[in-house]
């Protein structure tokens, strides 16, 4: 599994996460951890750490017993401490996951998370924010994911965690859907296909070495471990393969195709096949019934750790299915178009329903 998996289908210890979430506040999206009212013992930043936290028993700096999260000092006083997070990319937050791991004897008592909406470069401590609380105050348990429901719907920026007491949290992922700004998109090719603009993996046929959320990060890769790998396949036939489905925010005319294989040299895929789909999912099956009968890309041979560009040519393509056979690594699919005239008006529709 990747470091900076920003999608997570398994059920946590204490609730389970929304389908197809993304954790807007990742750094690999630009989520930044910007102002703390203490950070004595472990640093803000160490918050969005894209890695799963760690913990060495018996090691101290001068700053104590060596921590992976955030840690305030003692005795902090009726009113808590607090940490303020810009979100990598605006969108409506649907889960919050305060993680406390490794902090037992040290953890908060309990929390809340404010969100505002602000321009990048505004200052969030800056006492006339209006800041709206998304989650209430919830006991926290030690040592645990403590995962707190949002149910509103609107389109944020910034987080704030209150604490009622001191004490240590790990992590905070901020789980949800991206909203992207529609002006961004106007009278230019877009990477419809990646996370910051709203794309999705939605379902993959295996994921035994890593998962094919990768595939539409932002970032380059960073190794083998970065992209999707299956399982070797056995049962190879002529048409044996492995798929991945990868949604769009908003329907595209697709005038590119990149298909990434570096990092894998001798496990790469061999062939890859893309298909489209013009539909939408629906409530009840999701993208289970959606047929996929475009053709974007015929049966085309890959190179290993190699970046391929493709020209096609498919019109108000809503998502993507990529076929692979019969098994291997990819590390990244990039589908770049321009929106539809419908897709920008879902888009505009959809920014304005969250404001």
Not at 20 to 43: N, P, T
Not at 319 to 346: K, S
Request: proline share 7%.
């Amino acid at each position: 599994m990747t470091d900076f998996l920003l999608h997570n289908e398994r059920a946590l210890v204490d609730g389970e996460l929304p389908h197809a979430a993304v954790d807007l506040a990742a750094r690999i999206l630009g989520g930044s951890v910007v102002a703390a009212s203490d950070e004595s013992f472990g640093f803000k930043e160490n918050l969005i750490d894209p890695a799963e936290p760690v913990f060495t028993p018996g090691t101290y700096s001068l700053r104590g017993e060596v921590v992976d999260g955030w840690e305030t000092r003692r005795h902090a006083g009726r009113r808590g401490d607090w940490v303020i997070i810009r979100l990598g990319v605006p969108g409506r937050v649907q889960t919050v996951d305060v993680d406390t791991r490794y902090f037992a004897g040290n953890h908060p008592t309990a929390a809340c998370v404010d969100a505002c909406a602000l321009d990048v470069a505004a200052d969030p401590t800056d006492p006339a924010i209006e800041w709206t609380t998304v989650a209430e105050s919830t006991p926290l348990k030690p040592d645990s994911h403590n995962v707190l429901p949002v149910t509103n719907r609107r389109r944020w920026t910034h987080l704030r965690l209150r604490l009622e007491s001191d004490g240590g949290v790990a992590r905070l992922r901020a789980y949800g859907e991206v909203i992207p700004d529609p002006t961004l998109w106007e009278d230019i090719t877009v990477e419809v296909s990646s996370l910051e603009q709203g794309g999705r993996v939605e379902w993959c046929s295996d994921s035994f070495y890593s998962d094919a959320f990768a595939l539409v990060a932002p970032t380059r890769p960073r190794g083998m471990g970065d992209g999707w790998e299956t399982r070797r396949r056995r049962d190879v036939g002529p048409d044996s393969h492995d798929a991945v489905l990868i949604s769009f925010a908003a329907p595209a005319d697709l005038c590119r195709l990149e298909i990434d294989t570096s990092y894998f040299v001798f496990n790469a895929s061999l062939e890859v096949a893309v298909l489209g789909s013009r539909d939408r999912p629906d409530g009840e099956h999701g993208w289970a019934l959606a047929p996929f009968d475009v053709p974007v890309l015929p049966r085309t041979r890959l190179a290993p750790d190699a970046r391929q560009m493709f020209k096609v040519d498919a019109r108000d393509i809503t998502a993507l299915r990529l076929q692979a056979y019969p098994d291997g690594g990819i590390a990244r699919v990039r589908a770049l178009g321009r929106p539809t005239n419908e897709g920008l008006a879902l888009l505009q529709r959809r920014w304005e329903e969250s404001s």
